[in-house]
């Protein structure tokens, strides 16, 4: 089997450590794995199949080396080296928002839209965590019944704001103050509806992106969407509630069927039984959780569920990790 040199940017943040677990848990076919951080990981050393491996200043990074490159980095580094890699030859696969509203940079979900891969383009975006876990789940309702709308309100993991976040969450459960709060308010015991800038018009850039990039990923630029995006003292897993209208009746019954047969998908929906997605459970797995599938009572087209997935796996690592894995099975590479 062929392998393939791997660049990781942002190797020790929490993205990058899980892109370097997952390709490890998915045994992802590599050659040579280099990493690369700030000038602050300058010599860090992180294990990766039983080898130590030298962090280096992403500045360091020779691109043209790379068949792939992950950037799990804030925008700004994305935005100034991703381009330089995907210049070198190789594809660039980004986790931060940097170039998700660029028309010519598609937002890929293996599941949903890897016939937008090509060998041309070498620079794709990863969705946002919220997005992906929701798209993955609606995207095959709205094939079989056609979205018409979508509220949702989400329950985000502080995993989701990197180091910062866990590091907040941690010392306030510990009764100490963060030295470098990521939070307009304490974390622990409380839930914050607000995560990324407010835009002036009441929304959080959160909400934005949820709104932006389902429309983008699903190729429905008109579909109306309400997003709520909450923060919770949660350490790891978005969680979702969805309110989804159609285009035509949906029975919930056929619509957890049409669930439990599509890709990526896990259905846990029996609440006799208190099955339902959780948290707890979704840690660790790349797979979505969909659950708790309901009718609303005098609205015949209208479905309720909630859907729960490991931000920092699909959310993120295994997302890119995917996307990579699919240019390699369609040849691209
Ligand atoms: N966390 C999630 O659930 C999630 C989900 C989807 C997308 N994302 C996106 O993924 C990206 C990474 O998020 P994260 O949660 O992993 O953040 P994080 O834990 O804070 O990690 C940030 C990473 O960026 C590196 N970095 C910082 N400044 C740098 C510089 N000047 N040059 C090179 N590298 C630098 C850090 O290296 P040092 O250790 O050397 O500082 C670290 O490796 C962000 O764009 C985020 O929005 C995150």
Redesign the pocket.
Known sequence: MKEYNLFV????????QTIIKVIEDRNFPVKNLSL???E??REKKILFRGNEIEVKP?EEADFTKADFTLF????D??RKYAPLAAAGGGYAID???AFRKEKDVDIIIPEINSVLLTKDKKLYA?P??STAQLAVVLNPLHKKYGLRRVAVSTYQAV??S???GVAQLNAELMGRKANDPVYPHPISGNCIPHIGAFDGDGYCEEENKMVFELRKILGLPGLPVAATTVRVPVAECHSESVLAEFETPINAQDAAQELSGSPGIILQNDEANNIYPLALNSKGRDEVFAGRIRNVEGWDNALQLWIVAD??RK??AANAVQIAEKIIEMDLI
């Open positions: 940017a942002g190797a020790t943040g929490l993205v990058g690369f951080a700030s602050r990981s992403v799990a980095t804030d925008s580094i994305s986790n931060s928002s990863n946002n965590c995993s989701g990197g180091i910062k931000n920092l959310g993120a």
